[in-house]
């Protein structure tokens, strides 16, 4: 039989491997540090149509992220879509910013592009973003150019 | 006609019997698992006890688990850069190996691992200490088996679970990179940002480490069960071993499907 400090030493290694190995996935893996600590201030955005839009999805202001989508519901006076966001408080915009729904690469996923206005007021939290642009749905995109190649020749 | 009769009426009453045996069996594990929960003050304030058990149930499977894992993350990117090269993404392989790992495999394979490397090994050794009655002889000596010999043994598991699946994870990631970006040749750079950009630390690693607890908790609990309550012979105690893989390996991919469908429906 092992002694008990031969033991105990086993154990702790263990459990030191064991921990490591969370925080190796907490670190490396999943940016655990991004935006988790710093605080978040909510703003929100009509959109007439958020296509594939998800919760979750990034906000990105020149690329860079800045916070997350936080809810999306649909707005039965307006019949529009209201995207609520969390944005990081050390990222200040102008209250004339506006938000338009990108997609990253060909095939990725959409998040939100949010492009600083001119306003000296900031956005504060609760705000609304009222420059907004839709995503872009394939669909509506093909239906009109069919309707301008088809009303092309008919102006000639 | 009679004997027709007779024989649905037997039929049926085979399926009430396994029935009822199993409500009873469910039940009696839910009792003895209360059992345990209430005699393991001794087995957290006697720390030894469960150290050593950690030694058993942990330490001992470190092998397996570290060359499993780093060598299902071989395969795991070996087969997701086949697949995403094709459609000219072979950078989000490292986001592939890293949930499928996270989500899933390394909570699973883990746990099955450890049913069948630590869970086998408890039953074993709590079957042959019942067949030998030296459980009945501690509770002559008024030293209660469950605070002494279950507890321990129970509470070693569930800890060590978590940190097994974890280091399992770990080691399939440094797989995946492994064959990727030392091997193949994707960038070293793309492939992590990608991942940490991808992977979020409350969604998918909290929810892989509960999956883990859970898995580790159910195991333990069978381990122990099966031991404790197997037949005292030589055969009994084999068909406990059996029971307790078997059983174990059920219910994870059971639970893990049930676990998925509420963490995971985004």
Redesign the interface.
Known sequence: MMSRTALDLWVGIFVAIGFAALAFLAFKVANFSALNASETYRIEAPFDNIGGLKVRAPVKSAGVLIGRVQAIRFDSDSYRALVQMEIDKRFEFPADSSASILTSGLLGEQYIGLDAGADVEPLKDGDRVLLTQSAVVLEKLIGQFLFDKAAAPAAQ | MNGLIAGIVGGLRHIGELTINGIWRLGFITRFLFAVLLASGQSLRRI?LT??E??FS??LS?LIITVSGLFVGLVLGLQGYDILQRYGSADAVGVMV?LSL?RELGPVIAGLLFASRAGSAITAEIGLMKTTEQLKAMDMMAVDPLARVVAPRFWAGVL?M???A??F???G?FGGWLITVVVIGVDDGAF?SQ???T???????LNG?IKSFVFGVVVSLIAVFEGYDCKPTAEGVSRAITRTVVTSALVILALDFVLTSFMFR?
């Open positions: 030894h150290i050593r950690l030694f942990g330490v470190l890293a996270l060590a978590p940190l097994l974890a280091l994870s770990a080691m990631i992590w991942m940490q950009a992977v979020e630390f409350e969604y998918d690693v480490v985004g």
